[in-house]
């Protein structure tokens, strides 16, 4: 029903920046949310940032000051800029959104996740 595509990550340098990207497509009502979250190797996927439908966004400690969410919602789109990059930064970053799809002659919310773009920081 709904797919969500993300890209924009590679390779940086500690104190580098880099825009991550991700589109929403399917058969879409509305969007109630869209964020990020991101896992590093042997370690549990964590929140990174979210922005809800009112435009409010809200993030991690750990990357506060750092990275900035905003999104298009004309095309679907999120994005999360990453500034002052650090190793520890270094993870798959993945993309959610939690939309409203149509079910027969109603609707039902769905929490839909992207492949993952791999960030990684050297230093």
């Known amino acids: 029903q709904v797919q969500l595509v993300e890209s924009g990550g590679g390779l940086v340098q500690a104190g580098g920046s880099l825009r991550l990207s991700c589109v929403a497509s399917g058969n879409i009502v509305s969007i109630n949310a869209m964020g990020w979250y991101r896992q590093a190797p042997g370690k549990q996927r964590e929140w990174v940032a979210i922005i809800v439908s009112g435009g409010s966004t809200n993030y991690a400690d750990s990357v506060k000051g750092r990275f900035t969410i905003s999104r298009d919602n004309a095309k679907n789109m999120v994005y999360l800029q990453m500034n002052s990059l650090k190793p520890e930064d270094t993870a798959v970053y993945y993309c959610?959104?939690?939309?409203?799809?149509?079910?027969?002659?109603?609707?039902?919310?769905?929490?839909?996740w992207g492949q993952g773009t791999l960030v990684t920081v050297s230093s």
């Open positions: 959610n959104v939690n939309t409203v799809v149509p079910l027969g002659p109603g609707y039902r919310s769905l929490e839909v």
